[in-house]
């Protein structure tokens, strides 16, 4: 089963990201202005409407937006790709992508990439989805910048080529993108394309956890384990918080064990059982520990064996041991 497009192929009708450089600033111009198929008073318009509640106004700021495309202004091609795609109508996305994409909207590059590489739309094609990568990378996209270096790190639509690879995550983080910046930091951690360099490693890591990349808060929560406690329980908490599933067990056994925070069972038994429940086999053993011994919950054997056997399914040994030894006669 195919994966959908990332979130940028989802509906982004967002207000906030509207800024027009010289918009104009008497609404009644814009009007007339856009009836005389001015297309970017029509563009302009159809965010006006967006602004005001009601399902008419926004009817009528879709119709602006598409009449806006019709009359070929880029931005609104762009838009209207993504409200199609929103809609799952990949075909008309697919179309206005490509308008939009031949006036170098790097954004519409980056969509219509994705869109043929994961054949939305459109059969899938990873040479075509490699130009419009490529194409929207060097027009400055942080994202395609971080998908592009991945390709040529795993020679996906294209030759390996490990040079390049690391050229495009360092454009990438340079813009911000924590995936990339994480990705930095693995690299220099593995010694992988690079020397291996432990302190340009956590520079990259701590810059992609402060922009609360989860796995970077994990790596940071780890790495930190053995010099500070605190600091560590620190990253591992958002981590927990942002979803990292090792990290809201750990959490769970720190709270437990009042290693750099101050000791609360109830609390870290509630992150042990939280990481159990989505699934984290570590956490789904500990916490059959915890309820076959009664140490630390009120002893519950029918519990206990049920978080063991869940562990187990999904290959933990130790929980297999503890079952096959809970069997014996």
Known sequence: MKKK????????????EYNPSNALSNIDSIKGAAAQENALAQYELAHHYLKQKGKDNQNKAVLLLKRSADNGYAKAQNEMGLYCAGLENYAEALKWFTKAA???ISESQFNLALMYKNGFGVRQNS?????????AAKGGHAM?????AGWYAFGKGTQKDEKEALHWYRESAAKGNSESEYTLGLLYQKGLFVPKDEKVAFKWFKAAA????????????????????KESYKWKKLA????DLESQMFVGAMLINGEGVQKNTAEGLKWIK??????WPEAQFLLGLAYLSGDLVKKDEKEGMMWLKAAAEQGSELAKIELARFKRP
């Open 240 to 243: 927990a918080a942002n979803g």
């Open 102 to 104: 031949e006036k170098n």
């Open 210 to 229: 402060n922009r609360a990349h989860p796995k970077a808060q994990a790596m940071m929560g780890k790495l930190l384990s053995n010099e500070d406690a």
């Open 274 to 279: 939280k990481a159990a429940q989505n699934g």
């Open 144 to 148: 395609a910048q971080n998908h592009l």
């Open 5 to 16: 497009p990332v979130c940028a192929l989802a509906l982004l009708f967002c207000i906030g």
């Open 127 to 135: 040479e075509i989805a490699f130009k419009w990568m490529k194409a």
